[in-house]
């Protein structure tokens, strides 16, 4: 049972992760390796000089998404090897369900931390400083309601609800459209992924 745990909820933290992470930088590793280095433009014209330089939008979604992974990975890896036993969680009245708790805490943190880099690297881009300082407070809120540890239901459904909130204006501010959405779940846009956009 315990590798089932452990596999079951590393797999709910880092999936989603993993895929994004697979189907829209992977596709792409000189990019990747650029964007690591951090001279993505001056190197990529230097190797190719027909590429063009990576957009501020894969940028920040880039970076968004490996600060969340690192976050994640620091935050679950000590709670996942518990996992592996032995089996204590619960016998001192603690929720039976607190890997599964973690886990889909730890999804939401990646998340968040990808929409919040969207936004914050917009704001830093067009000065708006109103949304950098709706970034900095919502860091802040879901990092202080992760101190109702009893009330796991209170502290996921509202990290959610930010998450969620979070990702509509990190799809707006990232070019999204009510239009381009309904193309891209209805298959019929070709060029809706990330990496695919020109820079600005």
């Known amino acids: ?21 697979i189907f829209t930088i ?30 501020m939008r894969l940028l920040a979604y880039v970076s968004g998404l ?5 976050s994640g990975v620091f935050a679950f890896v000590n709670t996942l090897s518990d996992s592996l036993g032995p089996g204590t969680v619960g016998i001192h009245g ?14 939401v943190i990646i998340l968040l931390h ?5 936004i914050f690297f917009d704001g830093c881009e067009k000065k708006k400083w109103s ?22 239901g209170i502290n996921l459904m509202s990290t959610y609800i930010i998450m969620v909130l979070m990702g509509i204006w990190a799809f707006f501010v990232a070019g999204g459209s009510c239009r381009s959405l309904k193309l891209c779940l209805l298959c019929q846009d070709k060029d809706f992924l990330l990496f695919n956009q020109r820079s600005r």
């Not at 590793?29 to 063009?52: C, H, M, Q």
């Not at 490996?66 to 690192?70: D, L, P, V």
């Not at 603690?94 to 999804?107: I, V, Y």
């Not at 990808?114 to 969207?118: D, E, L, R, T, Y």
């Open 1 to 21: 049972m315990t590798a089932a745990v452990f596999f079951g909820c590393a797999f709910i933290a880092f999936g989603p992760a993993l895929a994004l992470y």
């Open 26 to 55: 992977a596709t792409e590793p000189l990019r990747v390796i650029f964007l690591i280095i951090g001279k993505a433009s001056e190197g990529l014209k230097s190797i190719n000089p027909d590429e063009t330089a990576p957009s």
């Open 131 to 152: 949304a950098l300082l709706v970034v900095l407070l919502t860091h802040l809120l879901v990092s202080a309601l992760t101190f109702i540890s009893p009330h796991y």
């Open 66 to 70: 490996g600060f969340g992974i690192m």
């Open 114 to 118: 990808m929409f919040w880099g969207i």
């Open 94 to 107: 603690d929720s039976p369900q607190f890997f599964l708790n973690s886990a889909f805490m730890t999804l």
